[in-house]
């Protein structure tokens, strides 16, 4: 009898171990199949085309008053693009513009402003006569080889003394020179300095 009992309660606590481990299968099987749709509807949220659109920003569109047209660029002379000695090396000329204005009188615009720094260079050997004249500067079309001069004296600063100034300071002086309309580069000359070639004129 005791041998029966002993076989029944062997009997129920292997069933019970086996439900045990079924129940227990389920719960993971049932967690697992969770976690799968869930990574499922994130991903599909995160690449549904409402968000897709929503992240994605509108291209600039360019601004047609910020559009400079290539037919009115204005030549600009750069800081140091045109410097050459003067007497020597006493003294550099460099040439800050070259642009075309309207004479006052005529309303023509065939006329150049010429703006230049004159710099002195030696400390000493300089003498009264070393004087530049800015209103004796002429021009030449680099293509035609024709040739233009200052228009007058009450046009140009006159002439610049570097007796009157100190090593290394400078003094800034400009000339109108009378040059046709259309003329687009200069070569200019002036006095006592290397010549500059083929200036562009600005607008």
Known sequence: MSTFLSGVAVFLSTVA???????AYEVFTLRQTLNTTNISTGVSTAISPT???????????ASPEKTTPASVAISVLQPGQFMQPA???????????????????TGNRDVVNVQMRIRRQATDGVGGGDIISVASTTARNPETSETYKAIALNRSTGSVSLAQLRPKASADAYVWIRVPD????????????????NVPISN
């Open 17 to 23: 171990l086996i439900c045990g481990g079924y129940a």
């Open 87 to 105: 007497f020597g090396n006493k003294a550099e000329v460099e040439l800050l513009s070259a642009k075309r204005i309207k004479d006052p009188e």
């Open 51 to 61: 968000s897709a659109t929503k992240s994605i920003p509108a291209e600039p569109t």
């Open 182 to 197: 259309g003329v687009k580069n200069l070569d200019i000359f002036v006095p006592d300095t290397a010549a500059f070639k």
